[in-house]
């Protein structure tokens, strides 16, 4: 079955520490995105990509960094220099520009301790 | 730039009917779509609007006046299982989405 794929469901970080964030797609997309949501908050749109080897920076993209290697595959880091990246994180895809409907993984619930 | 408003929370009796709006700013538009949201879930797609009008998929419709810059979800014989949060979104590049309307419904 094709689908997007989050790995892992629930992070683990300590302060300081650089973590990443896999996000895999079989549906043979070329954007692939991150949002962030925060309890009771909306999708925040940190990274998206249009095409491999490609990619643009949302509304907040500042202590986060991604690659775009591979058609399938867009993972995001979440660097020290993000100063509260306690929060649950989306990754989604769809085939273009223009699109018409998304599909998301199921999220990683990432919590620093 | 884009931005889609929609109402923070809503509440419903079961059985009702609720509307949820959302208006929009956006460049180069290219319609309104709509996700639904479970706590703990992820986002999945409720319908789609190119054109003005109402579009209908079920219990839920979806309306679209671009003239307005508005659009809503309409929400029919609510059950239970439609308590969530309900975005609109711009399906322009990048794929951006307002803050979302929880939808509360009660016995």
């Known amino acids: 079955d094709g689908g997007i794929t989050q790995s892992p469901k629930y992070l683990f970080r300590k302060e300081g520490q650089n973590v990443t964030l896999s996000c895999e797609q079989n549906l043979n997309h070329d954007a692939m995105y991150w949002y962030r949501q925060d309890p009771g908050q909306g999708l925040r749109l940190i990274y998206y990509?249009?095409?491999?080897?490609?990619?643009q920076k949302g509304d907040i993209a500042e202590g986060y960094s991604v690659s775009r290697e591979k058609k399938e595959s867009f993972p995001l880091t979440v660097t020290s220099a993000q100063k509260n990246p306690t929060a649950f994180y989306l990754c989604?895809?769809?085939?273009?520009?223009?699109?018409?409907?998304?599909?998301f993984g199921q999220g990683t619930r990432l919590t620093v301790v | 730039g884009q931005s889609l408003e929609q109402p923070s929370e809503v509440t419903a009796v079961e059985g009702a009917i609720v509307q949820i709006n959302c208006t929009y700013q956006?460049?180069?538009?290219?319609?309104l779509s709509w996700y639904q949201q479970h706590d703990g879930g992820a986002p999945t797609f409720l319908s789609y609007?190119?054109?003005?009008g109402l579009e209908e998929t079920g219990r839920f419709s979806s309306f679209l006046s671009r003239s307005d810059s508005y659009g809503y979800l309409l929400l029919q014989e609510l059950q239970m299982k439609d308590s969530a949060s309900y975005f609109c979104a711009a399906p322009n590049t990048p794929l951006v989405f307002g803050k979302g309307t929880r939808l509360s419904v009660i016995a």
């Open positions: 989604a895809s769809s085939i273009g520009q223009g699109v018409t409907e998304a599909f």
């Open positions: 956006t460049s180069g538009f290219y319609g």
């Open positions: 609007n190119a054109l003005d």
């Open positions: 990509s249009q095409i491999v080897n490609d990619f």
